[in-house]
Structure formats: structure tokens, C-alpha cells
């Protein structure tokens, strides 16, 4: 197991900006910490009223954003436009070429999102986007799919990469089961709260590599935790 904790996290501090960056990400580099498996990028987002990114490319990566707090409103090149708020989720395959932008559309509040880049097993791809609300409040004490490379039925988004992305929230007295196979392994973020893996203490920010098969048992020692996992 591998331990990166929030405050070893790149740094990204403008006047409208504040970004944590889990991996290397912009003017942040560090070679030891450059992604894990096809994960490539974890931003941690707060934007400021009325500011945002503007219209700029991307290309081979499939991008998943969930807004945390407050909206973001999004347009691209492929003549897509909607706000996303607290329990949305959206899923962009950047494939062979897309330009879109992402701004706080609040006049007096700021907006907290994480975004995820996972490079795709295939470049050159048709570029697509999709944006759905996901009943996040039902995920209490279980996990929900919300992406992942093959179609069970479950409403998640499809994306080009043998990963499945799974999001839950832990209450005081439940928990989170995780199971890594012998091929395997995972990446849990805690997105908010205080939870136990195993004999470890994670804290909002905090993150978890696994790369051996193991079962882990997640709980929470808030009243409310919230966690992000990557199985490949």
C-alpha cells in the first residue's frame, strides 16, 4: 500500500483559482508521482464566482468531472451546453481533438469540483460528451458505479479504459468493502470526511494506492465520509 496524503499534493493559487493537484499537473512536476496505472490526473477544484476556464483543447484522455459544491457551466466545440450542479456527473471523451470551457456561473459563489483524466487504451477517437444526474444520495453505505469500460446496466458512463470508477459515502456505522484481484489494483481519494482503511487513517484530500490482491474494509470515522475509488 501506498499513502499520498493531501498536504503533499501540487498547488495551483491564482486570484480565482485553488487547485490540489494528486499527480503531476501543469507547472506542478514531480516524477514520482506522474499517475497511477491509466489514472493520470486528480484535480481538486475551487473556482470563484463568475470566473472559470476558457474556451482551450484536448485530446486523447477521457475527462470526469463531479461538482462538489455549487454549478459549472460547460460548452465545447461540439455544440454542447449545460450546468452541472452537486450529484451530476459528466463524462468527456477528448479522443481526436475537443475544445470546451468550464466556468462558475455564480455570481456570489464559488465552486468545488473534482476532475479526473484517464488516458484512453485507444487514441484517435471520436470525441463525445455526456452529462447525467446520478442518485448519489442512494450510494449510503454501498458503492455506485459511475463509469467504467463495460455496460451492466446500471446507468454509468461507458469510457475507453478497463477501469471502473466507483463513488460512495460512509455513515458513522456502516461501510465500504474493496476487493483488489491478483491481476489488479486500486485508487481510493477520499473526497471529504474520516475514514479507516484497514489499520490507516485517511483524512479529506488523502489517498490510497493498492497494487496486491487484497479485501479492505473502509469505514468512516465522521458522520458522513465520502470516497472516490478506481479499480483496474
Same mark, same amino acid.
Given at each position: 500500500? +501506498?499513502?499520498?496524503? &493531501?498536504?503533499? +499534493?501540487?498547488?495551483?493559487?491564482? &486570484?480565482?483559482?485553488?487547485? /490540489?493537484?494528486?499527480?503531476?499537473?501543469?507547472? %506542478?512536476?514531480?516524477?514520482?508521482?506522474? =499517475?497511477?496505472?491509466?489514472?493520470?490526473? @486528480?484535480? !481538486?477544484?475551487?473556482?470563484?464566482?463568475?470566473?472559470?476556464? =476558457?474556451?482551450?483543447?484536448?485530446? !486523447?484522455?477521457?475527462?470526469?468531472?463531479?461538482?462538489?459544491?455549487?454549478?459549472?457551466?460547460?460548452?465545447?466545440?461540439?455544440?454542447?451546453? =449545460?450546468?452541472?450542479?452537486?450529484?451530476?456527473?459528466?463524462?468527456?471523451?477528448?479522443? $481526436? #481533438?475537443?475544445? /470546451?470551457?468550464?466556468?462558475?456561473?455564480?455570481?456570489?459563489?464559488?465552486?468545488?469540483?473534482? *476532475? @479526473?483524466?484517464?488516458?484512453?487504451? /485507444? $487514441?484517435?477517437?471520436?470525441?463525445? %460528451?455526456? *452529462?447525467?444526474?446520478?442518485?448519489?444520495?442512494?450510494? +449510503?453505505?454501498?458503492?455506485?458505479?459511475?463509469?467504467?469500460?463495460?455496460?451492466?446496466? !446500471? #446507468?454509468?458512463?461507458? @469510457?475507453? *479504459?478497463?477501469?471502473?470508477?466507483?463513488?460512495?459515502?460512509?455513515? +458513522? $456505522? #456502516?461501510?465500504?468493502?474493496?476487493?483488489? #484481484?491478483?491481476? =489488479? &489494483?486500486?485508487?481510493?481519494?477520499? @473526497?471529504?470526511?474520516?475514514?479507516?482503511?484497514?489499520?490507516?487513517?485517511? $483524512?479529506?484530500?488523502?489517498?490510497?494506492?493498492? !497494487?496486491?490482491? *487484497?479485501?479492505?474494509?473502509?469505514?468512516?470515522?465522521?458522520?458522513?465520509?465520502?470516497?472516490?475509488?478506481?479499480?483496474?
Amino acid at each position: 500500500m +501506498r499513502v499520498r496524503r &493531501a498536504h503533499e +499534493r501540487g498547488l495551483t493559487q491564482t &486570484a480565482w483559482l485553488s487547485s /490540489h493537484h494528486t499527480f503531476s499537473f501543469g507547472e %506542478y512536476f514531480d516524477p514520482n508521482q506522474m =499517475g497511477f496505472r491509466s489514472l493520470r490526473v @486528480i484535480n !481538486d477544484d475551487w473556482v470563484a464566482p463568475a470566473r472559470g476556464f =476558457g474556451m482551450h483543447g484536448h485530446k !486523447d484522455m477521457e475527462i470526469i468531472t463531479l461538482v462538489l459544491e455549487g454549478e459549472l457551466e460547460h460548452q465545447d466545440s461540439l455544440g454542447n451546453r =449545460g450546468v452541472l450542479r452537486p450529484g451530476e456527473v459528466q463524462v468527456m471523451s477528448a479522443g $481526436k #481533438g475537443i475544445r /470546451h470551457s468550464e466556468v462558475n456561473p455564480s455570481p456570489d459563489r464559488p465552486s468545488h469540483f473534482l *476532475q @479526473i483524466w484517464i488516458e484512453p487504451r /485507444h $487514441k484517435g477517437i471520436e470525441p463525445r %460528451y455526456a *452529462q447525467r444526474q446520478f442518485p448519489l444520495s442512494e450510494c +449510503r453505505d454501498a458503492w455506485c458505479r459511475i463509469a467504467g469500460s463495460h455496460d451492466e446496466g !446500471d #446507468g454509468a458512463f461507458l @469510457i475507453h *479504459q478497463d477501469v471502473q470508477v466507483l463513488y460512495g459515502a460512509i455513515t +458513522r $456505522k #456502516g461501510q465500504l468493502s474493496l476487493h483488489v #484481484g491478483s491481476a =489488479g &489494483a486500486a485508487w481510493v481519494h477520499i @473526497i471529504a470526511g474520516d475514514v479507516r482503511c484497514g489499520s490507516l487513517t485517511l $483524512k479529506e484530500g488523502d489517498a490510497l494506492a493498492l !497494487d496486491t490482491e *487484497q479485501e479492505m474494509t473502509i469505514t468512516s470515522q465522521a458522520p458522513r465520509s465520502e470516497v472516490i475509488a478506481f479499480l483496474f
